[in-house]
């Protein structure tokens, strides 16, 4: 089971900027072929996928909502993700959860491992 620590949440007004990070470990094989992803849920809304990227690199994967606003990227050496998130909109206000799943990546992915969430609230 890969352990994910979040941080990096706050508080911010619209059109601003946060940088979630991920600390990884555990990985139970080749880190390079787990895919990870940020998700987030909104209060009264159903979890969903923000991004995704392989630990190995590749073309990372955007929600249309984030697409252009967001970027997804890992480091390996510091086995860390992050998630730059600018321009935000008062409609990002969510707990953002760090996730982890061997295998395949995309708006499909079903983590087998999750992060404990942070909140990012942005106010308008």
């Known amino acids: 089971q890969v352990q994910l620590v979040e941080s990096g949440g706050g508080s911010v007004q619209a059109g601003g900027s946060l940088r979630l990070s991920c600390a990884a470990s555990g990985y139970r094989y080749n880190r390079y072929l787990y895919c990870m992803a940020w998700f987030r849920q909104a209060p009264g809304k159903e979890r969903e996928v923000v991004a995704t990227?392989?630990?190995?690199?590749?073309?990372?994967y955007y929600a249309d909502s984030v697409k252009g606003r967001f970027t997804i990227s890992q480091d390996n050496a510091k086995k860390t993700l992050t998630l730059q998130m600018n321009s935000l909109k008062p409609e990002d206000t969510a707990i953002y959860y760090c996730?982890?799943?061997?295998?395949?990546?995309?708006?499909?992915?079903?983590?087998?491992?999750w992060g404990q969430g942070t909140q990012v609230t942005v106010s308008s």
């Open positions: 990227v392989y630990n190995g690199g590749g073309s990372p």
């Open positions: 996730a982890a799943r061997y295998g395949g990546c995309g708006p499909g992915l079903s983590p087998t491992d």
